[in-house]
């Protein structure tokens, strides 16, 4: 009997053991394409422009979930109104591809992007669905580039049926010293 319930208990802290192993190895690692978000961590001033007026706001974006999720708070007002927004923005290995999720408190509706990074221009330029400013669902287009580690631009476009771009905004992010 003894033999019998020393090799349950070797058989149990074996498969203990095994579980615990498949369940590090199956935990996704941040790749350099996760690492290049690290660069945009911190509290930014950004100027948001849009149809010729700017609207200084803050945001403060930090790494989340093992690195593999850059979580941006944002605020700013317009015109006596407090907008609030929060981004989440990683890369997806499956993919292949950077992705970004949008939510604020302007609309019910998540901006979902998708795309890709030149290295050459040091654009990222995604693509997607979100909401304009009369609550339609439309096409659209982000850009974000990297001037250095303490500036980054970002454009905001809606892409017509034609292939046409039309500018929502831009914003201009400069890191808070």
């Known amino acids: 009997m003894k033999a019998v319930l020393v090799l349950a208990a070797l058989v149990t802290a074996t498969l203990v053991t095994a579980r615990?192993?498949?369940a590090q190895d199956a935990t996704p690692q941040p790749t350099p394409a996760h690492k290049a978000l690290k660069s945009m961590e911190g509290v930014w001033n950004a100027t948001l422009k849009m149809e010729g007026n700017e609207f200084p706001g803050e945001v403060t974006a930090r790494l989340v979930c093992g690195g593999l999720w850059l979580e941006s708070d944002y605020s700013t007002e317009f015109g006596g109104l407090k907008f609030t927004g929060k981004g989440l923005d990683g890369y997806d290995t499956n993919k292949k591809k950077f992705v970004s999720i949008w939510v604020d408190s302007m609309s019910t509706s998540p901006m979902i992007l998708e795309?890709?990074?030149?290295?050459?221009?040091?654009k990222l330029v995604l693509t997607?669905?979100?909401t304009n400013m009369q609550g339609q669902t439309v096409k659209l287009k982000a850009i974000s580039i990297h001037e250095n580690e303490n500036h980054h631009t970002f454009e905001l476009s809606e892409v017509k049926d034609d292939?046409?771009?039309?500018?929502m905004f831009?914003?201009?992010y400069k890191r808070k010293k």
Do not use: Q
């Open 20 to 22: 615990d192993v498949v």
């Open 115 to 122: 795309g890709a990074y030149n290295a050459e221009s040091n």
């Open 128 to 130: 997607g669905t979100g």
């Open 163 to 167: 292939g046409s771009e039309k500018s």
């Open 170 to 172: 831009t914003i201009d």
